[in-house]
């Protein structure tokens, strides 16, 4: 089977970009002297985790109770859940630390460490919590946990400590790096998190809890932090695909993006200088994140099946199924005249981790440099959902 | 089990909104003196399709291949595909029809037509055709298809006529209905969809071709056209479940959504005011269609576990599993005395085919009055993918 065999639209993975990825990342946190525990949100894939982890301690972040059983089930057993936990997941997260998989959840809510408490004396085990701090984001963690939230954050941790419970860690995501565009602006942003990390652990461990663990995240954090001292571990995740918000932040060149979007010229439409292809809404997903940077690629750069981007090129509109073809800023028309029907085109995603989400599996090919006529090595699957 | 046992985020599916749903369609097509052919496009399900047919002749309108394959293997085996059919796909095509399904696709491509045409040859079967127009919204469908673009739809119809295919219809999508916001407007544009698709298939006929039927079709468009003179059958979809989206263009109440995410509290951010739920841009889709309507309702509208809105609640902002929650506008903080961490909140989202492609499976209420003790009378599977 090859690239012109696969129904559309399908998902690809270049397993030669793939593995610059991972090993550029490895190589980061050995520079770095921490642990990678790489964040399977984005592949959601037994057969990446295992190239991701090569010649690595076998730990991974996971962002769903599903990833963590999956994962589990296929033998990694070191897993960090870096989403807040909501109780009703409870008996789900002791019934896995029960089958000794070692398990450690995230919160930041008082009430909830003293809801897993409960969970873990109730079952007879210890769940290792790791308590969630914010550190300007804005979105999950105790707030200002060193300046004016210790109260609440030593509230976690002694939620944690009537037994079945215990504090693991503090954990990070400086998400809004995301919001950057340089890499000064990225190691600043990587640095406050760093220092705000560890000085939580610092107030915990003096507090009398033990806290091994400090564990930041986030890709460009991690490919471009000047120092990470004290923390222990980092928890990247989309380095290992890459997509175009990325590379507009600075992380990747075009020529990274490992995953794509297979799809087929539908239709033209001369008379206003456009074409249709099979990748739409679903395909792709609605994610316009580019939307926010200077380079706005609307739902995904066009390249041909070998990978080289058409000048411009865009998914300029999406509707469930279709995906209308367009110029960056209407900068002239499509080149029908390289786009007949039933040709054969490559999207680069937006989000890898929002259009991956629509497949059960990946094609994987090692380069494209024969275009439709290369061999799809194998299928890896994906575990979607909750 | 009931809606407190259901892991979140779920997809959670009212069988008593969705009846009232089917019902009045039925009676529009009634009215209209039409076959209603329902788009399975949004729900993807065996069982909606049953209660969607009950009483009825059982065709059924499909947006992907595997649509079609699964429809027809559960005994619906009179289906047309309304997307544009990519040639790669033509094997599926002639496999299907071998096995006695009576599919019809849609193309707007002369060439296609003339490779559908040779398959159907090669493979000893009749592909029936529905040639569609484009009547206004400018995405599939020969332009101008009764003032200027005769010849390309005629050349379609050519393309077929050699053995091998058949111009089963005309085919037409106002779906530019979905940018109106009075009933008046769409059936206005109703009108055009109709009268354009009417001569369309005028001209054909008068050509020699067969063209038996007249299919048109969207949501608003169904509700509200005037009348539909010539036209044989209409393929609304949404109509099924409704969303934000179709509420801002007037074809229903909120009350009347019968699809809903049901999520979790899982912080609170006192200090700002606000707090995150376990849904985000994986679990709600990241479509803001309502985003260029009257009323913006963010990544969609928060209510509580019976239905009822918080007032001006919406999901303000997402990450991949995160839901930021905020009030329309900024006005005022959010309720956080009502939504303690645990608590059960609904989603009404804004786009329902979007949302509902997250999901492997719909949670069925029969209401949901009880809240949190609502049964879940039964689960319903989805089709997802390609």
Same sequence: chains 1, 2.
């Avoid at 380095?239 to 297979?262: N, T």
């Avoid at 094609?363 to 575990?383: N, S």
Wanted: with cysteine; charged share 20%.
């Amino acid at each position: 089977m090859n690239l012109s065999d696969l129904p559309t639209p399908h998902l690809v993975l270049d397993r030669v970009k793939l593995q610059k990825n991972l090993d550029r990342m490895k190589e980061r946190a050995d520079a770095l002297g921490v642990r990678l525990r790489p964040h399977m949100k984005t592949a959601k894939s037994i057969d990446v985790a295992k190239l991701a982890l090569a010649g690595r301690p076998a730990c991974i972040t996971v962002s769903t109770m599903k990833e963590a059983r999956y994962f589990a089930e296929h033998g990694l057993r070191d897993i960090v859940l870096a989403v807040g936990l909501v109780p009703q997941r409870l008996d789900e997260v002791v019934a896995l630390l029960g089958q000794g998989v070692s398990l450690a959840v995230t919160t930041d809510m008082p009430e909830v460490a003293e809801r897993i408490a409960e969970a873990g004396r109730r079952a007879g085990v210890t769940v290792p919590v790791m308590i969630e701090v914010d550190v300007g984001e804005h979105r999950g963690g105790v707030p200002e946990p060193v300046a004016g939230g210790q109260d609440r954050l030593l509230a976690v941790a002694r939620g944690l400590a009537a037994g079945g419970a215990e504090v693991r860690g503090v954990l990070a995501h400086a998400g809004h790096t995301y919001g950057c565009s340089d890499r000064e602006a990225i190691a600043d942003i990587a640095e406050t998190e760093r220092s705000v990390a560890v000085d939580a652990a610092t107030i915990l461990r003096e507090a009398g809890f033990g806290c091994p663990e400090v564990s930041v995240g986030s890709t460009p954090g991690a490919l471009f932090a000047r120092k990470l001292d004290g923390v222990t571990e980092i928890r990247p995740g989309v380095y290992m695909f890459m997509d175009l918000f990325q590379s507009g932040v600075g992380c990747c060149a075009l020529g990274d993006i490992a995953l794509s979007v297979l799809s087929t010229v539908m239709n033209h439409r001369p008379e206003s200088g456009t074409a249709h292809i099979d990748a739409g809404g679903l395909a792709l997903s609605k994610d316009r994140s580019t939307g926010s940077q200077a380079l706005d690629l609307a739902f995904g750069l066009v390249t041909d099946v070998r990978g080289a981007p058409f000048p411009n090129l865009v998914v300029q509109s999406v509707h469930q199924e279709h995906g209308r073809l367009g110029l960056i800023d209407g900068l002239g028309t499509v080149p029908l005249e390289v786009l007949p029907v039933g040709e054969r085109v490559r999207i680069l995603p937006n989000h890898a981790c929002m259009t991956a989400a629509a497949y059960e599996r990946y094609a994987v090919v090692d380069g494209t440099e024969m275009g439709d006529r290369q061999p799809v090595v194998t299928f890896w699957d994906r575990v979607n959902g909750w």
